[in-house]
C-alpha cells in the first residue's frame, strides 16, 4: 500500500471515530435528559398523592390548559414513565452499539499506524 493510500484511511477511520464518538454523547444526552423528564414526574406524581382524590388538577395541553381528575394525571404519569424508561434502554444499546464501533475504529488506526512505526 502507498503512503498516500494509507495516509487516506487513516483520515477516514479518523472522521468515522469522530463521527460515533458524536453519536455516543448523543445518545448519553438524550438518556440524561430522559431520566431528569422521569424524576419530574415521579416529583409531580408525589404531589399529586397529597392532594385528594377528589381534587381536580389543571393540565397544560399546547398553549392552554384544562381540568383533569387526579387519578388521570396520575394514570398518564405513569404511563409515561414506563414509556421514558423503555427509550432509556433503547439509548443504552445505541450508546452500546456506536461505543463498539468506536473500540473497533481504534483497533483498525492501531492496525494501520503500527506498519508506518516500524
Do not use: W
Not at 477511520?13 to 419530574?40: C, D, M, P, S, W
Not at 384544562?66 to 445505541?94: C, M, P, W
Amino acid at each position: 500500500m502507498s503512503k498516500e493510500d494509507v495516509t487516506s484511511q487513516i483520515f477516514e477511520l479518523q472522521r468515522e471515530f469522530a463521527i460515533n464518538g458524536q453519536k455516543v454523547k448523543i445518545y448519553e444526552n438524550y438518556a440524561l435528559q430522559t431520566r431528569r423528564n422521569i424524576e419530574k414526574l415521579k416529583i409531580t406524581i408525589r404531589e399529586l398523592d397529597s392532594c385528594s382524590e377528589a381534587h381536580k388538577t389543571f393540565r397544560l395541553l399546547g398553549s392552554a390548559f384544562f381540568l383533569d381528575d387526579k387519578s388521570r394525571l396520575k394514570s398518564d404519569f405513569e404511563e409515561t414513565i414506563r414509556r421514558r424508561e423503555g427509550e432509556v434502554e433503547e439509548f443504552a444499546k445505541y450508546r452500546t452499539h456506536f461505543d463498539g464501533k468506536c473500540k473497533e475504529v481504534e483497533r483498525q488506526l492501531k492496525e494501520l499506524m503500527k506498519p508506518a512505526t516500524t
